[in-house]
């Protein structure tokens, strides 16, 4: 399918569901003053030429016209509110479901007189007031709760603490502070101040040591440049250390050329530098605290299903046979069960990011759910399988949407106790 074709049809496609929309709507204000129903129709009417609009421009204009904060909002403002509108469709379709049936029922049943299901007065069957308005309302919900996430959620960084027993942790790194950040992605950043005073939050906790688990960047290396002087900040006594993420690869942006990309690759592992992080790529390093060593494991990005999969685990493990603990950073959460329970039986704490809680969820009184669980079985928190743990770290940024509802960023802190 062409592009333009594609385009004609998802925007007859969308134009069909403000429609559908717009009929709940005009069915649940009908016994409204005739002035209020104006003002009402001009402000859904209105409100959806404008979001129309800002779609078919998005289309024709070109990608660097706007700025890439102004393009992500506009991108939001489209996508939120016809992701609400697909909730009231789902309600509407219930109650047409209801009414198409009783209409069949009623070619079959005699004492049922078969009526038109396409009404919406009577005689006939009549639509449901309260599915109806419960579809909006629920519809009108959502879209202020993306509206909150954007406004509220995006930087409300919370500091998340956890206890990680390990067996054979040596004396030395008995009570040993960890600090993890991941999925900067600096790229989507629109408040400079919240995410300075994030950063300012993690070194509050005065960690012995740091990791950042990939994704610094969506896709370019550029993305980071005004970040430098912030992220440069965080500093830990045994060392920063970093790996990469998919996206900081820049396989999901449209380079002109093969060397282009690999430029960019290499100014982002510069990055890693000029913010004086230890990048591990397929590597280990010997952590040391008074004379005792564990293992610090670094893997480029792997992920199971179709994600990129360029890390060696194997490459990295050679050589930390004889440490009594070892700490793998690796991305993807998917990898540890793909590839280190199954093999490395012997790597007792992994961290993990890419997953973000999917920015969108619920953590409440014991309750933990998002939509993501039905991707990645280990999406959020610490995860324990036959005395080998893994962390997977909720994001530090936000990727598309930019904001965040209850899973929201977070900064973690992992302190090491010997079992």
């Known amino acids: 399918m062409n592009r333009t074709l594609f385009f004609i049809l998802l925007t007859v496609v969308l134009f069909g569901i403000d429609w559908y929309v717009w009929q709940a709507l005009r069915f649940v204000i009908r016994n409204l003053s005739q002035p209020t129903q104006r003002w009402i129709t001009l402000a859904y009417w209105g409100f959806t030429s404008l979001t129309l609009f800002a779609y078919v421009m998005m289309q024709f204009l070109p990608a660097d016209f706007f700025n890439r904060i102004t393009r992500t909002f506009i991108i939001a403002g489209i996508a939120i509110p016809y992701l609400s509108k697909l909730l009231v469709v ?15 029922v009623g070619h079959f049943i005699p004492s049922v007189s078969p009526v038109d ?99 610094l960047v969506n896709d370019r290396a550029v993305e980071v440049k ?33 060397q282009e990309k690999d430029r960019n690759l290499a100014d982002l592992k510069k990055a890693h530098k000029l913010l004086g992080w230890n990048l591990m ?42 440490y009594p603990v070892k700490i793998l950073l690796s991305h993807d959460p998917s990898h540890w069960r793909a590839q280190v329970l199954p093999k490395y039986n012997d790597i007792d704490l992994a961290f993990a990011g890419h997953t973000h809680g ?7 009184a014991g309750i933990k759910w998002s939509p993501v669980q039905y991707r990645y079985k280990e999406w959020a928190g610490l995860y324990t399988e036959n005395n080998q743990h893994l962390y997977v770290n909720r994001g530090f940024g936000y990727l598309g949407y930019p904001g965040r509802v209850g899973i929201l960023p977070e900064i973690t802190i992992i302190e090491l106790v010997r079992g």
Do not use: C
């Open 358 to 364: 999917m920015q969108f969820g619920v953590e409440v």
């Open 226 to 258: 005004d970040y430098i002087n912030i992220f440069e900040k965080v500093k830990a006594p045994l060392g920063v250390h970093s790996t990469l993420g998919n996206h900081d690869y820049g396989d999901y942006y449209q380079w002109s050329s093969q």
């Open 281 to 322: 790529l397929d590597e280990n390093r010997a952590i040391r605290v008074d004379n005792e060593e564990i293992g610090l494991i670094g893997i480029q990005n792997w992920g199971a299903g179709n994600f990129a999969k360029y890390g060696n685990l194997d490459k990295a493990y050679q050589g930390t046979e004889d």
């Open 90 to 104: 789902f309600f509407l379709l219930i109650d047409d479901v209801r009414r198409l049936i009783q209409w069949v």
């Open 117 to 215: 299901p396409t009404t919406t007065a009577e005689p006939g069957i009549p639509r449901s007031q309260f599915l109806e308005t419960t579809a909006l309302v629920a519809g009108t919900a959502l879209m202020g709760t993306f509206a909150f996430g954007i406004l509220s959620g995006a930087h409300d960084y919370r500091i998340r603490r956890v206890k990680v027993v390990l067996k054979n942790l040596p004396k030395a790194f008995h009570g040993m502070k960890i600090a993890q950040l991941s999925d900067i992605h600096s790229g989507s950043f629109f408040n400079k101040t919240a995410v300075k005073g994030g950063v300012e939050m993690l070194l509050k906790e005065k960690p012995d040591i740091a990791f950042f688990t990939g994704d």
